[in-house]
């Protein structure tokens, strides 16, 4: 955070000072009750509605508290303790947002999509960082309480900044871009998710539009050209620029010769009339898009794109993220339990049509969480993707995930299915099929601790490089 004068707070605020000094300067900032009071020097929205702990905000001094709440409570703050009294907590707390966030002028790009955000997030971070401070989000740590704090990590120093998006319920897209201000914006695609929240897929894509009015003026908005449920995005009233990523002839960033090779994608990129030679650590033609999306911003933030290319090439992917090791009795394990939905399971069967070819494929599939009342459709329609591929083995482990395994089977699947309530004695069933001959896939939510530690117990120590 660039450090700030509390008396220059106070006035920006229209606070009463009602203890303690204004001539030392805030280094953090939190809301109190939502975030952790870790640092000294902090600046703290405090509702009147909180249960305050005046012995713990004084050992942190000094501490500056900003809140509506009634005078008698401020009686209990101790010396190291500065508080400022406000009429309206809620428009304080915009306020000194707003202000915060002018204080910068640099790009700031944010992402939403069913899947990709965290991974085109931190291509680009990747590709900036060389020779920019990059304020990122960390991991896929998106929930909306974390946004101020990331904005707060925004300093003197920082050169551009990228966010993802959480998103659980409608509205929340908003709330974080008023909060981090946009300049770019990214869509990495619409599949389905988190219905039990935006009731349905109608709702589900509104909630993800709400990205197109949370850019600034004058911003970017990036877009995949490709994707069915985006182009329902209504765009009519965005009066910024629009720039479309993907493989068909529409897209202004497109790939084409999309080819797996050893450890990554290769592929042509073509942009402004130019060809490119390009190259993706990571499998699958839905990482390309994520490359896509991640050239796209960098080009629009003034980098140049043969440099873009070549940053590109040494991006390391992901954990969990369609993750290759070498496994038990020379088989190989792909560990994609980062996250579970139906757009990413496709995702996942697409590159076991590739890589998969001459081996023995083994699935094992877990729950997919948050889709309200279109849990059986979406698990059946799984189960059907997985009946028209060649498959050896499918293994489910959960109740949501039996309607996988019961629609493969009435659709006809050649395969051996079993199903599981959870990871106890599936190992009876594995053991013997996985040789040097066997490639095995395990997906499941990445709120199945279980099913994360069963991935790992598959692999060997080393994995492949």
């Given at each position: ?58 050992n ?7 809140s ?70 960390i ?96 765009l ?21 010769k ?36 991640a ?5 629009e ?22 993750e ?66 060649n ?58 601790r ?16």
């Amino acid at each position: 955070m660039k450090p700030l004068l509390v008396k220059d707070i106070r006035k920006l605020l229209q606070g009463e000072l009602i203890t303690g000094s204004e001539l030392w300067k805030v280094r953090d900032a939190i809301y109190y009750n939502r975030h952790d009071l870790t640092n000294r020097h902090t600046l703290m929205f405090v509702s009147r509605n909180d249960s305050v702990n005046w012995n713990e905000i004084n050992n942190k001094g000094p501490s500056l508290v900003i809140s509506d709440m009634p005078a008698s409570e401020f009686k209990k703050a101790l010396p190291n303790t500065t508080v400022i009294k406000v009429a309206s907590l809620v428009q304080s707390y915009w306020k000194f947002i707003d202000y915060y966030r002018g204080l910068f002028q640099i790009p700031v790009v944010t992402i939403t999509g069913t899947c990709g955000k965290t991974t085109t997030k931190d291509m680009i971070k990747h590709i900036l960082s060389k020779d920019r401070n990059v304020q990122a989000s960390i991991s896929s740590k998106n929930e909306p309480r974390r946004s101020f704090p990331y904005l707060m990590g925004i300093d003197e120093r920082t050169d551009a900044a990228v966010f993802e998006h959480g998103l659980g319920n409608t509205g929340n897209i908003k709330h974080q871009c008023m909060i981090y201000q946009p300049t770019i914006g990214i869509i990495t695609n619409i599949g389905v998710h988190h219905l039990d929240g935006c009731k349905n897929l109608e709702g589900y894509i509104k909630a993800k539009s709400e990205i197109v009015g949370g850019i600034r003026e004058g911003g970017t908005l990036i877009l995949n050209a490709d994707d069915e449920n985006t182009k329902n995005v209504p765009l009519q009233s965005f009066k910024g620029k629009i720039i479309y990523f993907g493989i068909g002839m529409r897209a202004d960033f497109r790939a084409s010769k999309i080819k797996f090779s050893h450890r990554g994608m290769k592929f042509q990129f073509h942009v402004s009339s130019k060809t490119y030679e390009a190259f993706i650590p990571g499998y699958g033609e839905h990482q390309v898009y994520n490359a896509l999306a991640a050239l796209a911003a960098v080009h629009e933030m003034g980098m140049d794109i043969k440099e873009a290319i070549s940053r590109l090439r040494t991006y390391k992917n992901m954990t969990r993220h369609l993750e290759f090791s070498s496994g038990i009795g020379g088989s190989t394990i792909i560990d994609d339990t980062w996250t579970n939905n139906p757009t990413s399971v496709e995702a996942a069967l697409k590159v076991l049509d590739s890589i998969g070819k001459g081996k023995n494929v083994i699935l094992v599939l877990g729950d997919i969480n948050r889709l309200g009342n279109f849990e059986k459709k979406y698990h059946c329609e799984i189960g059907s993707l997985v009946a028209r591929r060649n498959i050896h083995t499918l293994i489910t482990i959960g109740a949501k995930a039996e309607d996988i395994a019961k629609q493969a089977i009435k659709d006809g699947s050649r395969a051996n299915v079993y199903m599981f309530k959870d990871v106890n004695g599936i190992n009876d069933i594995l053991d013997p099929h996985l040789d040097d001959k066997a490639i095995l896939l395990i997906k499941g939510p990445m709120s199945s601790r279980s099913m994360i530690d069963f991935a790992n117990s598959l692999k060997e120590k080393q994995s492949l490089r």
